[in-house]
């Protein structure tokens, strides 16, 4: 209000400065045995050589920082964004969930890196 503009356009100042923030969720297909894999995957199991999208690997993570629980899949974290990937309780499919601070692009990039990555662990699981 005291600066008269309107909130759409302070929020577009914003992402000139920042980037531009893109999320969606995707599923992809996957055996029982995909997914018993994926619900209980260790950062050993990912074969990434610290990049994913143009940017560094800043974490990877298997359990919530806050109480050490088991977050049933594995979440990847970026300078640019994150995915996370985990298993579906019901039907035969795995969710990649994702999040860009550099626009829909990097988001389609970081979606396809983790299809890698997760199908890379696959194959080291032996699946």
Do not use: C, M
Not at 5 to 10: A, Q, R
Not at 51 to 59: C, E, N, R, T
Not at 71 to 83: L, P, Q, R
């Amino acid at each position: 209000a005291v600066t008269g503009k309107d909130p759409h356009e302070l929020y577009r100042e914003l992402e000139a400065l920042y980037g531009a923030f893109a999320y969606e969720r995707i599923d992809v297909t996957a055996s029982p045995s995909q997914k018993s894999v994926l619900a209980k995957i260790s950062p050993e199991l990912i074969d990434s050589k610290g990049q994913l999208a143009g940017d560094a690997i800043v974490s990877i993570l298997t359990s919530a920082p806050a109480n050490s629980s088991p977050i049933g899949g594995i979440k990847v974290i970026t300078e640019g964004g994150w995915f996370a990937a985990r298993p579906s309780g019901t039907e035969d499919i795995y969710k990649i969930y994702a999040e860009s601070f550099k626009g829909s692009e990097h988001l389609k990039q970081l979606q396809d890196g983790a299809r890698v990555i997760i199908n890379q662990a696959f194959a080291k699981a032996g699946i």
